[in-house]
């Protein structure tokens, strides 16, 4: 299968502290990108790191990407109650993307 | 207001009756998606499109129907709906890659959430 795999499949941290969720895949990817997913909407996209990049940064996320172990892990640091959500990575091949499970942030005030 | 929108956004229905599900972007972008999601499974594409008149399976295609008359719209019908086509359905779209310059984001509708009784 394509799909990625996140771990955790559950966070929960206390605000202020950093968040750290992972992505591992199988196949090859032209990029690799992460989604957010606020409880009963639609998903958000957070970022995009192409298979030529290693690491990436948009205020406060840090996505890195390593292409050898197939894996992506994306950081939020300094996280705040509002960061509570669901987390997706999704692989990009020629036309489609394909989603992980995802990881389920809490953030605690 | 430009954007994605999916329609209804809630359904109830009955095993056997046929059901669409409505998605219209203001973008014109080439690409939709229909994705299912469901505890446990994440999100699934059911199908996708590339341009008007041109679609393709995803994942999880059995049971569902699309069409993609105009750019537009992008339809989804369940032709005999199932209790495990009870989930949330997510329409999206992109652009077409351009090179570097397009970043291959999707962007999504809120959903139509189905229950089949």
């Known amino acids: 299968s394509q799909q990625g795999e996140e771990d955790p499949q559950a966070l929960s941290i206390q605000e202020g502290e950093n968040a750290t969720m992972n992505c591992s895949y199988k196949t090859s990817i032209n990029n690799l990108q992460w989604y957010r997913q606020n409880s009963g909407r639609g998903l958000v996209h957070l970022i995009l790191i192409r298979s030529n990049e290693r690491e990436k940064h948009s205020g406060r996320l840090r996505v890195t990407l390593d292409t050898s172990k197939k894996s992506s892990s994306l950081l939020i640091t300094a996280s705040r109650a509002a960061d509570t959500a669901s987390y997706f990575c999704a692989l990009t091949g020629f036309q489609k993307l394909v989603f992980g499970t995802g990881t389920r942030l809490l953030v605690s005030p | 207001d430009a954007g994605i929108t999916q329609s209804p956004r809630y359904k109830i229905t009955e095993t056997g009756r046929q059901v669409t599900l409505m998605c219209h972007q203001t973008w014109s972008h080439s690409y939709m998606f229909w994705y299912r999601q469901d505890l446990g499974h994440g999100l699934r594409l059911i199908y996708y499109?590339?341009?008007?008149?041109?679609?393709d399976k995803g994942e999880v295609p059995d049971g569902y129907v699309v069409s993609r008359s105009k750019t537009e719209n992008f339809p989804l019908t369940l032709e005999s709906a199932t209790r495990s086509q009870t989930s949330v359905y997510f329409c999206?779209?992109?652009?077409?890659?351009?090179?570097?310059?397009?970043?291959?984001?999707?962007?999504f509708g809120e959903g139509s959430r189905l229950t089949v009784l």
């Open positions: 499109s590339a341009a008007a008149d041109i679609t």
């Open positions: 999206a779209s992109r652009k077409t890659y351009q090179g570097t310059s397009n970043t291959g984001e999707l962007f």
